[in-house]
């Protein structure tokens, strides 16, 4: 990992692992085991849905963004570990119906496994963790962060007792309390109730505990507003709108990374007409490229910025495209790097012109498919200037590189088909692919991603409130282009995800 800021990880016997920081979440899988996988990526899920609802997650995301408050964003991470690892050891083996987790945080199932017996089924025991983390998270830390600002907290606030680990440990070695709360609770306000146990036994040592899910909001909100004076292009939000909660799920969406190669690779920009013609660009799709001994040639679109964040240019490679700003269409090549590793080259067609040139050099060599990514929607400059260029010249792949609620207007023009892709032991656990095809609108669309990825991702099409059908349609005329698509961008991505929007888009 490139970043500064320390994380949350979550790692198996297996060698699959996952790491969260404040935004975002790695998954680093194996794909031999399924099972695996979903406790992994479930573990990492918990910590973004904890952050989303509880002051010190809001503090820890404001402490990510400001400038010289990595020391305090370690303070605050190190104070909160046990509570975040028990809440997303606890709640994801509980999602992903695993029978146990592994390592580390065993003990720490264990704990939580006997904290909750009183609590009679699954279901109670799960929400009383829930309950349990939020009383812990739940502290003043945002309104001492703004009688601090513009200054970083000191050392020595919060007081102990406002601090989620030292909160959890006192909770959890209370005789009784866990008694107490599963005999007062009603089903009606279940979870409620039991946090109100929780933070009545908090007060009675001297802690401040806040109100519930919303008693954060106010202060983070203005303290967002306080960092987005001062970081440029901060994308920190609280959202307090009808519907919050539906929304979780898109949210946790956009914050996982899977990895198909263990980090960023190495990458080179080329454009053709001015470094290579297109008879060289022919020549190295023919060496390079075959399914089944018949040359294929992908054709992609992306945002200069996703180009920068998926690949490690060298200085020349990014200068060309740091300041740019609409997408960017090529062909992408794995060659050497010339100093005798591998690189992802990308040959840049800068015009029109240039891919009917390419189009025709192909002519009757093998297959041809675009694949452009769904970030380069909000460009309608380009949209007129190439897809009638591309719908032309082959069959085109729109790559579900966006949260799933942006294509709202792309979906709902008629019936939505979809087909699940059963990829196999695919690099890195993606295991699955999505597509969708609607009516009266040219393209397929896809998506890859591990097994649960490609759940969540499929079950928000379905709440746009689109007439999603997963079965009744023949996909056989549709099966090569995407088989094509599927194979260059495992074969070429260093990772999948959705945050076209966030990382595509300069700040």
Not at 302 to 327: Q, S, V
Not at 343 to 367: F, H, K, M, N, S
Not at 378 to 399: E, F, K, T, Y
């Given at each position: 990992m490139a970043d500064h800021l320390a994380a949350l990880f979550a790692t198996t016997e297996g060698g699959g692992r996952g790491a969260y920081v404040p935004g975002r979440y790695d998954l680093w899988l194996h794909g031999a085991d399924a099972s695996t996988d979903r406790l992994i990526h479930h573990h990492e899920a918990q910590h973004v849905?904890?952050?989303?609802?509880?002051?010190?997650?809001?503090?820890?995301?404001?402490?990510?963004?400001?400038?010289?408050?990595?020391?305090?964003?370690?303070r605050l991470l190190d104070r909160c570990r046990t509570t975040h690892e028990s809440f997303a050891t606890y709640l994801g083996r509980d999602a992903a119906e695993a029978e146990t987790v592994?390592?580390?945080?065993?003990?720490?199932?264990?704990?939580?496994?006997?904290?909750?017996?009183?609590?009679e089924g699954s279901q109670r025991r799960a929400l009383a963790v829930t309950a349990l983390a939020q009383a812990c998270m739940q502290t003043p830390i945002?309104?001492?962060?703004?009688?601090?600002?513009?200054?970083?907290?000191?050392?020595?606030?919060?007081?102990?007792?406002?601090?989620?680990?030292?909160?959890?440990?006192?909770l959890c070695r209370s005789p009784g309390l866990a008694a107490t709360a599963a005999a007062d609770a009603s089903w009606a306000l279940w979870e409620d109730t039991v946090f109100q146990h929780f933070a009545e036994e908090l007060r009675r040592a001297g802690a401040t505990v806040l109100d519930g899910n919303d008693g954060h909001l106010a202060a983070a909100a203005e303290l967002f507003a306080r960092v987005a004076g001062v970081v440029p292009g901060s994308r920190l939000a609280v959202d307090a709108t009808p519907g919050a909660d539906r929304r979780l799920i898109g949210m946790v969406l956009n914050h996982a990374r899977l990895w198909l190669h263990g980090r960023r690779r190495p990458g080179r920009f080329i454009t053709?007409?001015?470094?290579?013609?297109?008879?060289?660009?022919?020549?190295?799709?023919?060496?390079?490229s075959q399914i089944g001994g018949r040359p294929s040639l992908v054709i992609s679109a992306r945002l200069p910025g996703r180009l920068l964040a998926g690949y490690d240019y060298p200085d020349d490679g990014a200068a060309a495209l740091e300041d740019r700003r609409e997408p960017v269409v090529g062909v992408r090549s794995p060659a050497g790097d010339g100093d005798g590793g591998d690189a992802v080259w990308w040959a840049e067609l800068p015009t029109t012109?240039?891919?009917e040139a390419l189009v025709t050099a192909w002519d009757g060599r093998g297959d041809l498919t675009f694949c452009v990514?769904?970030?380069?929607?909000?460009?309608?400059?380009?949209?007129?200037a190439?897809?009638?260029?591309?719908?032309?010249?082959?069959p085109l792949v729109w790559l579900i590189d966006v949260g799933v609620s942006a294509l709202a207007g792309e979906f709902g023009?008629?019936?939505?088909?979809?087909?699940?892709?059963?990829?196999?032991?695919?690099?890195?656990?993606?295991?699955?692919?999505?597509?969708?095809?609607v009516d009266g609108v040219a393209g397929t669309w896809v998506a890859v991603a591990d097994e649960l990825g490609i759940q969540l991702i499929t079950q928000q099409v379905d709440e746009l409130g689109a007439d999603l059908r997963m079965t009744g349609r023949d996909w056989s005329a549709d099966l090569p282009a995407l088989q094509l698509v599927l194979i260059e961008l495992l074969h070429a991505e260093s990772y999948l995800d959705l945050r076209g929007r966030i990382d595509g888009t300069p700040a």
């Amino acid at each position: 990992m490139a970043d500064h800021l320390a994380a949350l990880f979550a790692t198996t016997e297996g060698g699959g692992r996952g790491a969260y920081v404040p935004g975002r979440y790695d998954l680093w899988l194996h794909g031999a085991d399924a099972s695996t996988d979903r406790l992994i990526h479930h573990h990492e899920a918990q910590h973004v849905i904890l952050n989303s609802a509880s002051a010190w997650g809001a503090a820890l995301h404001a402490a990510a963004a400001m400038p010289g408050w990595q020391p305090l964003f370690g303070r605050l991470l190190d104070r909160c570990r046990t509570t975040h690892e028990s809440f997303a050891t606890y709640l994801g083996r509980d999602a992903a119906e695993a029978e146990t987790v592994f390592g580390e945080y065993a003990p720490l199932l264990h704990a939580l496994n006997e904290f909750v017996e009183p609590f009679e089924g699954s279901q109670r025991r799960a929400l009383a963790v829930t309950a349990l983390a939020q009383a812990c998270m739940q502290t003043p830390i945002l309104d001492q962060m703004l009688a601090a600002w513009p200054e970083s907290l000191s050392l020595g606030v919060p007081l102990r007792i406002d601090q989620p680990d030292e909160r959890f440990a006192l909770l959890c070695r209370s005789p009784g309390l866990a008694a107490t709360a599963a005999a007062d609770a009603s089903w009606a306000l279940w979870e409620d109730t039991v946090f109100q146990h929780f933070a009545e036994e908090l007060r009675r040592a001297g802690a401040t505990v806040l109100d519930g899910n919303d008693g954060h909001l106010a202060a983070a909100a203005e303290l967002f507003a306080r960092v987005a004076g001062v970081v440029p292009g901060s994308r920190l939000a609280v959202d307090a709108t009808p519907g919050a909660d539906r929304r979780l799920i898109g949210m946790v969406l956009n914050h996982a990374r899977l990895w198909l190669h263990g980090r960023r690779r190495p990458g080179r920009f080329i454009t053709v007409g001015a470094d290579v013609d297109p008879a060289e660009v022919v020549r190295v799709a023919e060496a390079t490229s075959q399914i089944g001994g018949r040359p294929s040639l992908v054709i992609s679109a992306r945002l200069p910025g996703r180009l920068l964040a998926g690949y490690d240019y060298p200085d020349d490679g990014a200068a060309a495209l740091e300041d740019r700003r609409e997408p960017v269409v090529g062909v992408r090549s794995p060659a050497g790097d010339g100093d005798g590793g591998d690189a992802v080259w990308w040959a840049e067609l800068p015009t029109t012109a240039e891919a009917e040139a390419l189009v025709t050099a192909w002519d009757g060599r093998g297959d041809l498919t675009f694949c452009v990514a769904a970030s380069c929607l909000p460009h309608p400059a380009w949209r007129s200037a190439w897809l009638p260029v591309m719908r032309s010249a082959g069959p085109l792949v729109w790559l579900i590189d966006v949260g799933v609620s942006a294509l709202a207007g792309e979906f709902g023009r008629g019936p939505v088909h979809g087909v699940y892709l059963d990829l196999g032991r695919a690099p890195a656990g993606a295991r699955k692919g999505v597509a969708f095809k609607v009516d009266g609108v040219a393209g397929t669309w896809v998506a890859v991603a591990d097994e649960l990825g490609i759940q969540l991702i499929t079950q928000q099409v379905d709440e746009l409130g689109a007439d999603l059908r997963m079965t009744g349609r023949d996909w056989s005329a549709d099966l090569p282009a995407l088989q094509l698509v599927l194979i260059e961008l495992l074969h070429a991505e260093s990772y999948l995800d959705l945050r076209g929007r966030i990382d595509g888009t300069p700040a």
